[in-house]
């Protein structure tokens, strides 16, 4: 676990992978040791995110056996990475039920066993707030909804009634954690006036009276989870910069980007008691794309630490994953075991090396 704070610099790589060539501009933050004693720790928590979780149609028909979905083994060689008090990830598809069927994109409709799936590679929080929300209609919405709740997963983004509060506060040793979550649009088939409630939509508005509120709740860290960006480009846009800047100056203290399918940078202000931490895309999680280096994404793990009335941010890691097509299926695999994997292409571990480089 990195306890870092940075230098930053600009470093530009031109990169062949079996899919595309790619220019890639990232910014670089050298790490630096700050030591933080741990004599008189009486608590840590550890939150992790992952990417963006698609279900395409090849994932139909890879994890189908017996007329039964199975998707486990997409995550089992990933799972011990994914071990923390609270586990996120971004779900950008439906489950509307069998009786609507299965689809991949454009509109995603997966099988409700991938939520069994993510169960059992420890995720307990789904955001679903994210372009894909409609894909359904109001009704597959709501049913994502029920049924991740049902599984027993925390969600943030989309509501099921008017008293429900758009944000999320979680207690975890001593800690108060809250959490937002918005989107900037859902492929143009938005909730009617009726159902309006229902998703998160970027709104500085809206977000600066939920910041607000949210801060009145005596939280000690608020995370925003942002569906923003532009597809397949590995920096940031002039969009995402002016939004995390207003979430900042209104009292967020990490953004989380979603959407892009791509790394993007991240930055952070190297204030431990009052952090401004910003991962602008942690790319794709589990995903059939490849173009433009998708098939290559992040999970970010944050540390705190609670010491009697002092409480911290205290560390951050980045694990750079990778998608691999393992015969006929496909599983997801960290770092360290891509690097060493026989069937991954040379050029490919390169580009997993960079980018393993790029997030210290």
Excluded: W
Excluded at 14 to 29: L, N
Excluded at 47 to 52: L, N, R, S, V
Excluded at 111 to 138: C, E, F, R, V
Excluded at 154 to 167: D, N, V
């Amino acid at each position: 676990m990195k306890k870092n704070s940075f230098l930053l610099f600009l470093i530009i790589l031109y990169i062949f992978s079996s899919c595309v060539k790619t220019q890639i501009v990232i910014e670089k933050k050298k790490p630096q040791e700050k030591i933080i004693s741990e004599v008189h720790i009486s608590e840590k928590v550890k939150i992790i995110f992952t990417g963006d979780i698609m279900v395409h149609k090849t994932f139909l028909k890879a994890f189908k056996k017996n007329n039964e979905y199975d998707f486990k083994p997409l995550y089992n060689e990933i799972k011990d990475k994914l071990k923390g008090d609270i586990v996120f990830g971004n779900l950008e598809t439906t489950l509307a039920g069998k009786k609507r069927g299965y689809s991949g994109y454009p509109d995603f409709r997966s099988p409700d066993p991938i939520l069994d799936a993510l169960k059992d590679a420890n995720l307990t929080h789904l955001n679903l707030a994210n372009n894909h929300s409609m894909d359904s209609g109001i009704t597959g919405l709501f049913r994502t909804n029920k049924i991740c709740k049902e599984k027993g997963f925390r969600t943030i983004g989309t509501y099921l009634s008017k008293e429900e509060k758009h944000y999320l506060i979680e207690e975890i040793k001593g800690f108060r954690f809250g959490f937002l979550s918005y989107t900037y649009g859902v492929n143009g088939v938005k909730p009617n006036k009726k159902n309006n409630y229902t998703l998160s939509f970027i709104n500085k508005e809206n977000m600066k009276k939920e910041l607000e509120e949210l801060k009145k709740k005596d939280v000690d860290f608020i995370f925003v989870i942002l569906h923003l960006g532009t597809e397949y480009k590995f920096e940031a846009n002039e969009k995402q910069k002016e939004i995390t800047k207003f979430l900042f100056e209104h009292g967020a203290n990490f953004i989380i980007g979603m959407h892009s399918h791509t790394i993007q940078p991240f930055s952070f202000n190297s204030n431990y008691k009052d952090p401004e931490f910003v991962a602008y895309s942690l790319g794709n999680f589990s995903s059939v794309q490849c173009h433009h280096n998708t098939d290559i994404g992040t999970i970010l793990t944050l540390e705190f630490y609670r010491s009697d009335n002092y409480k911290a941010f205290s560390a951050y890691d980045f694990t750079i994953t990778f998608r691999k097509k393992n015969g006929n299926s496909f599983v997801i695999l960290p770092y360290d075991k891509a690097i060493v994997d026989e069937k991954i292409s040379t050029e490919k571990k390169k580009l997993l090396n960079h980018f393993n480089i790029l997030m210290e």
